[in-house]
């Protein structure tokens, strides 16, 4: 074996060009595909993280304005949702929705503590919202049941906001905070979300609705649902949910702008239909970056041989067994495209940690919420050792094909080969 390597090593040093070649067809295969795979990887981790903020069964409503004139009312009213479309959601539609609530904000409140404070966005929600919005909580608790039949003034802030105030923010538990003239007492802190500004602090529904004198008005309302899960199940729930609540508000039943339906659902459905599509996308032009390697790898492979013909014919010629020119090959081949598959593989790898050391950190800021563009751009060890095994088998089969053939040929044939 100690002299089939040696011989190898001599025959790479008289044709460095060749095996350059070769190892460069392979290199760059598993290179690319891992990049690729990696890259896209990054892009759908950051969809899915974003995805994942929220329920997936879960729906927002939003007042809109109307586009059509009904009932000689004029288009272009504004619809601002009600008590009483709290009502139709938590009882007309029960056969489907689990546990109903809202968000009514306040802005550009002044909370402080001592002589510290910090500009916050109160707003009143049902419990429901910790688990539709996924908030974490990371000190005490959220809005319960008993705030909102009491009408607490108690607050659930950020932990950004309760730094601010205190530096010990775990210990601002059951202290009480100035929101502009009143006083909330504080039961919870809420872990940050990467993507909003965290400026929004929580307190009970009922107690918005009463502090700041809302009237009727109940904001946005959230809700969980059961029971539909096709497309066209869940399609025929918003057209009767969108026009039981567009009769509340004299609106044409077909507006579709008097209502706005952010259904969670639908989003994940078609986010995962995308990501599927983006991931076979990946896989074939990724699969054919490997196959144009393989391709180069056997082109030259059947050159080195053809090459090499009348140096088989002297080797028959003194006693070589056609075996032995085809293990020649054969190992020969293998150790190349191992060699240089292993340096492909590791560059991938380097390539897609510089990406997730840069990219994977960069938050774009639109003003209204920051998203990463890349989460994680990496490939599992899995796939790497697999494209590489593919890539070795492949200039494996490459280089036996013409192997064989040379190791067939009679000594003579070979000897007059130029």
């Not at 319960?144 to 039949?149: K, L, S, T």
């Not at 593919?390 to 040929?409: F, H, N, S, Y």
Request: hydrophobic share 40%; net charge positive.
């Amino acid at each position: 074996m100690k002299d089939i390597l040696t011989e190898i090593w001599s025959t790479a040093k008289r044709n460095k060009l060749r095996t350059g070649l070769t190892g460069f067809a392979v290199a760059w295969g598993i290179f690319m595909l891992i990049v690729l795979l990696g890259a896209g990887n990054g892009l759908i981790n950051a969809q899915m993280q974003q995805n994942e903020r929220f329920l997936a069964n879960s729906m927002m409503v939003f007042g809109g304005q109307t586009s059509k004139a009904y009932k000689g009312l004029k288009e272009g009213r504004r619809i601002n949702l009600q008590d009483k479309d709290m009502g139709t959601t938590r009882h007309d539609f029960a056969n489907h929705v689990d546990e109903v609530g809202a968000e009514l904000e306040q802005g550009g409140l002044t909370m402080s503590r001592g002589q510290q404070y910090v500009t916050v966005s109160l707003t009143g929600v049902y419990p429901n919202h910790v688990k539709i919005n996924k908030r974490e909580i990371l000190e005490g608790r959220f809005i319960n049941e008993i705030d909102i039949r009491d009408k607490r003034k108690v607050v659930v802030l950020s932990q950004t906001q309760a730094k601010e105030l205190k530096k010990d923010y775990a210990s601002l538990i059951g202290e009480y905070v100035n929101v502009g003239d009143l006083a909330f007492r504080v039961v919870g802190i809420y872990k940050n979300d990467e993507s909003e500004r965290n400026t929004d602090a929580f307190t009970s529904f009922t107690t918005m609705k009463t502090m700041y004198g809302k009237g009727d008005r109940v904001g946005n309302i959230e809700y969980s649902f059961y029971g539909l899960t096709t497309e066209q199940q869940i399609k025929d729930f918003e057209r009767s949910y969108r026009m039981r609540i567009n009769k509340n508000h004299q609106a044409a039943p077909e507006d579709e702008r008097s209502v706005w339906l952010w259904n969670r659902y639908t989003q994940n459905m078609q986010m995962s239909t995308g990501i599927s599509i983006i991931r076979t996308a990946l896989w074939i032009v990724g699969l054919f970056t490997l196959l144009s390697g393989i391709v180069g790898v056997s082109n030259i492979m059947l050159i080195t041989v053809k090459e090499r013909t009348r140096e088989f014919g002297i080797r028959k010629a003194i006693g070589a067994t056609p075996w032995a020119i085809l293990k020649l090959i054969i190992i020969e081949s293998i150790i190349i495209t191992t060699f240089f598959g292993y340096i492909g593989m590791v560059l991938g790898v380097a390539a897609n940690e510089y990406m997730d050391a840069t990219l994977g950190h960069d938050v774009i800021d639109t003003g209204l919420f920051r998203a990463t563009m890349f989460v994680n751009p990496t490939v599992g060890l899995d796939v790497c050792i697999e494209a590489t095994a593919v890539m070795i088998l492949a200039g494996t089969l490459a280089g036996l094909i013409p192997a064989r053939k040379a190791a067939r040929i009679r000594p003579i044939e070979a000897l007059r080969a130029e």
